[in-house]
């Protein structure tokens, strides 16, 4: 089935810099998320983006749903050690419902 | 407040060994999930139900079977299992599908020798 191609595979930051992550997909979806998973837990829902074009915030992240409904980005600003993790979208169509392989951030206080 | 409940959190195996994995969540939701997560990929859905007494296959169901006998509980089972099947596995529960977002686990960290 089609995978989500999610970039950077792992990112080492300064803490206070910006961070952008995205998601590519070569089908269509209804619904992007981003989770953020940290060691020993689960995924965490951080945003959910449900309209084509759609830009939502929750605190220091933003999220876009792109135009052609085949892509995604997230955005943190002003990194924080607390930020470190693992970040994974997801793209949801019907009942099918698939996995970026994550992104990894490292911030260096 | 458990949301949703994985046990057991740790369990090593035999090949050919059977267990089952137990999920439980006090949310109220319809629609529950079993995903595995591998090194360097993403969650990958192995079975999921969109309520008590129903169950349908995902993405990855060969060597698995589940039962939602309960609204509150989904089990999933491996009936021999195999070293390919090592891998952390999540619950996940939510009202709907769709937009519906999803809650998960903190994951079964499972290991076939």
């Known amino acids: 089935g089609q995978q989500l191609n999610q970039s950077p595979q792992s990112m080492f930051i300064q803490e206070g810099e910006d961070v952008s992550m995205n998601c590519t997909s070569s089908?269509?979806?209804?619904?992007w998320l981003w989770y953020k998973q940290e060691p020993g837990e689960g995924p965490v829902l951080l945003i959910a983006?449900?309209?084509?074009?759609e830009l939502t915030s929750n605190g220091r992240l933003t999220a876009q749903f792109g135009i052609t409904r085949k892509d995604s980005f997230l955005n943190i600003s002003a990194s924080i050690p607390s930020d470190v993790g693992i970040y994974f979208c997801?793209?949801?169509?019907?009942?099918?419902?698939?996995f970026g392989a994550g992104t990894r951030l490292t911030v260096k206080p | 407040n458990a949301g949703v409940t994985q046990t057991p959190k740790f369990r090593v195996l035999k090949t050919g060994q059977s267990m089952t994995l137990l999920c439980a969540q006090d949310?109220?939701?319809?629609?529950m999930y079993w995903y595995r997560q591998d090194p360097g990929m993403g969650l990958r859905l192995i079975h999921y139900?969109?309520?008590?007494?129903?169950?349908a296959k995902g993405e990855v169901p060969d060597g698995y079977n589940v039962s939602r006998l309960k609204k509150q509980n989904f089990l999933l089972g491996l009936e021999s299992a195999a070293p390919s099947q090592t891998s952390v596995y999540f619950c996940a529960s939510s009202y709907g599908w769709g937009a519906q977002p999803q809650h998960f686990g903190d994951g079964t960290r499972l290991s076939i020798l």
């Open positions: 139900s969109v309520g008590e007494g129903t169950t």
């Open positions: 983006l449900y309209k084509a074009g």
């Open positions: 997801a793209g949801l169509k019907d009942h099918d419902m698939r």
């Open positions: 949310m109220n939701h319809e629609y």
């Open positions: 089908s269509i979806f209804n619904t």
